[in-house]
């Protein structure tokens, strides 16, 4: 800017026309020479005044410069030559701060006693009508005294810079005048009044500031630096006292109550809580999705249950197996010509065990029998008795202490669809406990029948089950639900159609299984023990085995019919045809059989006979006869 801005003090110097004269500014007369102020980079410092006059004393402590000497043409005259700086202007005349925005108020002029590093004022271009500079004097050595009165004057030709609003400016006394004794400056007759502290700029003044700006700055009090307490663009100036530091101020915020600043105290513990959650999960998921890829870190342990108690509830078929297995004995046979396995069950604390009569067989009368006990334990066995019909043996150990009878239950308590365990050695595993339930009673079965004379045929009214028995199960017990054996396992249907024996060298179990009723079996080991061989009950007929009709028929032959037998007493003729015993319907020789050896030798029997297309009953005890 070329125009310098009023403020409270004018400057006052000679006007170069008589319009310039109109707004009160004028071009400051250029130093004369390099004075005790001047500092080498071409910046000077103003002089202080005098002692103010009674006269001319405001109460503001502000001065009215001389009018400077003026030349014959009423231009104020060249000064001397100006040191010349020890550095360029600044071309772009940036301010000591940065450039303030239009709303900013200008920044303050720098202290008088020193040169600053950077900001200094640029002078503006002179006009073309101006007189040429005179060249910048040689600066003064280092350490001569710089004259005041010179300090930041402008260049010759050039008008003063207005200073900002509200600083004091001291008056720049003429040439060849000492600084102290400079007389007050008066101004000439017809330059403007100055302009008293208390009065407001007008809106023609250049520069002047709006009038409610005006009316806001308060003005200071004498001796008080005009320099504002706040500088709100935070400057900072060395050359002032130190002020006393403002109160750290908030953001604007209201500090907000107890209560809000626990709020915020929570949110924050549940925002850290909530990011160490995730942390936490988003890390546990990498290390999961590792191991689970990577099979774990170091070596491998499986989880596994804890020792537990070996009981078991009473009706198990682990606590049946429990208590029966002590009882159940593996026999290993071997004869001249064959051998086999099979198993049995001890009867008493005398060594005999109750067994399969096919078992025993291939011993013969010279063979050897081995009874290996629960406990691992073996012993030789002897042949105590063996009923070919009935297909049972008892065979016997000797040396043998602390053996444990197997407990005897009651077939004729058995009923369809009661749970059975069965025990034995199918191919000879030992031990092998399976079950089942009974699916059928009284299921008349004939097995052997490999003798010529049909010697070895046995017919059996069975309890049918659908435990698994194989070959090898021969012999072993079937327990009911105490634990208590109801049979003696001894017959498998095959695959290929027709009974057989369970260790004749059939297929394995289908799910039909047949067993002696314990029943029978106990009346025959009792026998075969006391006397060595089993009677059998008999009727005294003989039957015609290739009858293909419904029921039994008596051979045609007079001999068919013994005499003197029960049948004989009874009334049975050739020819008749029996089709039932005690209600229950026969339907072949063999069931016949079955249903009479089913009983005891002097059981009373109830017959339905058919005789010339006519049926009556009749009854008869049964007799006896040894088995052979």
Do not use: C
């Not at 004022?121 to 101006?130: E, F, G, I, K, V």
Request: zero cysteines; aromatic letters at 4%; proline letters at 14%.
């Amino acid at each position: 800017m070329n125009e310098a801005k009023p403020t409270k003090a004018k400057w006052w110097t000679r006007p170069r026309t008589s319009e310039d004269a109109t707004d009160g500014d004028f071009e400051l007369e250029r130093p004369r020479g390099t004075g005790a102020g001047s500092t080498g980079d071409g910046d000077f410092e103003l002089e202080r005044p005098a002692p103010p006059r009674a006269t001319d004393a405001s109460d503001d402590g502000d001065y009215e410069l001389d009018r400077p000497a003026t030349g014959g043409s009423g231009l104020p005259p060249a000064p001397p030559e100006r040191p010349r700086p020890l550095h360029e202007p600044d071309p772009y005349s940036t301010p000591p701060y940065g450039e303030p925005g239009p709303w900013a108020p200008a920044p303050p002029v720098q202290h008088p006693a020193t040169t600053p590093a950077h900001g200094t004022t640029t002078p503006p271009t002179p006009p073309a009508d101006a007189p040429a500079p005179h060249p910048a004097p040689t600066p003064p050595p280092p350490g001569a005294t710089s004259d005041p009165a010179f300090a930041d004057a402008p260049p010759a030709g050039h008008p003063a810079p207005h200073p900002p609003h509200g600083t004091t400016v001291s008056p720049v006394p003429p040439p060849g005048v000492a600084p102290g004794d400079a007389p007050a400056p008066v101004p000439p007759s017809d330059a403007p009044a100055p302009v008293p502290p208390a009065r407001q700029p007008e809106s023609g003044d250049v520069g002047a500031p709006a009038p409610a700006a005006v009316a806001a700055a308060p003005e200071p009090a004498p001796g008080q630096s005009a320099e504002p307490d706040f500088d709100p663009w935070g400057r900072y100036d060395p050359w002032t006292a130190p002020a006393t530091a403002a109160p750290l101020q908030h953001s604007g915020r209201p500090p907000g109550t107890p209560d809000e600043r626990r709020g915020r105290t929570r949110k924050a513990l549940i925002g850290g809580a909530l990011l160490i959650a995730l942390i936490s999960g988003t890390a546990g998921g990498v290390i999961g999705v590792y191991l689970e890829r990577n099979g774990g870190v170091g070596t491998v342990e499986l989880p596994q249950a804890g020792a537990e108690s070996a009981e078991r509830a009473p009706g198990s078929v682990a606590a049946l197996a429990g208590r029966a297995l002590p009882s159940v004995v593996t026999l290993h046979v071997s004869g001249s010509e064959s051998a086999g396995t099979g198993t049995g069950f001890v009867l008493d604390d005398r060594g005999h065990i109750l067994t399969n009569n096919h078992v025993v067989d291939p011993a013969g009368d010279g063979g050897e029998i081995t009874v290996t006990f629960n406990s691992g334990d073996t012993a030789e066995a002897t042949v105590v008795g063996r009923d070919s019909g009935y297909d049972l043996a008892v065979v016997r150990v000797k040396g043998v202490s602390g053996l444990t009878p197997m407990p005897l239950g009651n077939s004729d308590n058995v009923r369809v669809g009661d749970p059975v365990v069965a025990i034995g050695a199918p191919f000879d595993l030992a031990g092998t406990v399976t079950s089942g339930i009974i699916s059928a009673k009284e299921r008349p079965i004939t097995a052997g029948g490999e003798e010529g004379d049909a010697s070895d045929v046995s017919y059996v009214d069975a309890l049918q089950t659908d435990a698994p028995i194989n070959p090898g199960n021969s012999g072993g017990p079937l327990l009911d639900s105490r634990g208590r054996a109801i049979g003696i396992n001894s017959a498998i249907r095959s695959a290929g159609g027709g009974s057989a024996e369970s260790d004749g060298g059939q297929s394995g179990s289908i799910g039909l299984g047949f067993a002696i009723p314990i029943n029978q079996g106990k009346r025959v080991a009792e026998e075969l023990i006391n006397t060595g061989k089993a009677s059998h009950p008999v009727i005294g007929i003989t039957l015609d085995m290739d009858y293909s009709g419904d029921g039994a028929r008596v051979g045609a032959d007079a001999t068919a019919v013994t005499k003197g037998g029960p049948g004989a007493r009874a009334g049975i003729e050739p020819g008749d045809v029996i089709t039932a015993v005690d209600g229950q319907r026969v339907h072949s020789g063999e069931e016949l059989i079955v249903k009479t050896r089913a009983h005891r030798p002097g059981d009373r029997l109830e017959l339905t006979l058919e005789r010339d297309g006519r049926e009556w009953k009749i009854s008869l005890v049964l007799g006896s006869s040894d088995g052979g």
